[in-house]
């Protein structure tokens, strides 16, 4: 049974830090590459960044110099550490596998 489950989200004042993690199941998980979305409502649902098998990166332009994705093979977890966190980082995030996505963790930033 192919599974993504994301935790780690909650709340967090602007400037503070969170790091959200997405545990893998069903597939060999080092093989595939894999990214981070977030939606938040009324919002498209935002690409943020992706982790190939060699673990080169991707990161978009909104969040490059604050959010750095990075892997456990050896776990099967994805993270992403969210830094210098803006109130307009407040949305579900979700990763993906391909058109697998999980059930999203909420990160919410105020003052």
């Known amino acids: 049974h192919v599974q993504l489950v994301e935790s780690g989200g909650g709340s967090a004042e602007t400037g503070g830090s969170l790091r959200v993690s997405c545990r893998a199941s069903g597939f060999g998980f080092a093989d595939y590459a894999l990214g981070w979305y977030r939606q938040a409502p009324g919002n498209e649902c935002e690409l943020l960044s992706t982790?190939?098998?060699?673990?080169?990166?991707y990161v978009a332009d909104s969040v490059k110099g604050r959010f750095v994705i990075s892997r456990d093979n050896a776990n099967n977890i994805v993270y992403l550490h969210l830094t210098h966190l803006k109130i307009e980082d407040t949305a579900m995030y979700y990763c993906e596998k391909g058109s697998l996505r999980g059930q999203g963790t909420q990160v919410t930033v105020g003052t």
């Open positions: 982790i190939d098998l060699d673990s080169y990166t």
